[in-house]
């Protein structure tokens, strides 16, 4: 089984929605008994809240299914129990590395260095637009995809 840890700021926008698109995509892959997927926050300021309303309504545009669920701090222990975690931007990695310490089983990345445009993701908490930010997430988890596929850890169907 493939453990995900998607992470954001405050994991109500990008990250959840990381999570449930990724939960999806491999569910059409036929793939979901593969894959424990979760996201979590680098920050404490929204845990227990659910998915943002503009994130949730994205989702709901595009027919991703999401279910309720709570934000939550990343804890030192994720980077034991996960095989990828995976932020947004690079201040979610620093703040990654500030809570588990040295990336010493090479565990950490940063989503868009998934794909030819390798940037952070930026945040639509700030700039209102989730349309772009689900368009860089799916760019993202289609070529996390690819990269399972060419290290041998997931089929290419």
Same mark, same amino acid.
């Given at each position: ?21 990724? !939960? &999806?995509?491999?569910?059409?892959? /036929?793939?979901?008994? =593969? ?9 404490? %300021? ?33 980077? !034991? &129990?996960?095989?990828?975690?995976? /932020?947004?931007?690079? =201040? ?9 310490? %040295? ?55």
């Amino acid at each position: 089984m493939i453990k995900v840890l998607f992470v954001c700021l405050g994991n109500i926008c990008r990250s959840p929605m990381a999570e449930f698109i990724f !939960k &999806n995509m491999v569910c059409k892959k /036929g793939l979901a008994d =593969s894959f424990l997927i979760a996201s979590a926050a680098t920050s404490y %300021e929204e845990t227990g809240n659910d998915i943002h309303y503009g994130a949730g309504n994205k989702l709901r545009q595009e027919g991703i299914p999401f279910t309720r669920r709570e934000a939550r701090r990343i804890t030192p222990k994720d980077y !034991k &129990n996960f095989d990828f975690i995976i /932020g947004m931007e690079e =201040s979610n990695i620093a703040g990654i590395k500030r809570i588990v310490g %040295e990336d010493k089983d090479n565990k950490i990345f940063k989503l868009l260095d998934f794909t030819d445009s390798p940037r952070g993701i930026a945040d639509p908490w700030y700039t209102g637009d989730f349309d772009a930010t689900y368009e860089d997430l799916t760019a993202g988890l289609e070529g996390f995809i690819s990269y399972l596929i060419s290290e041998h850890l997931i089929p290419d169907r």
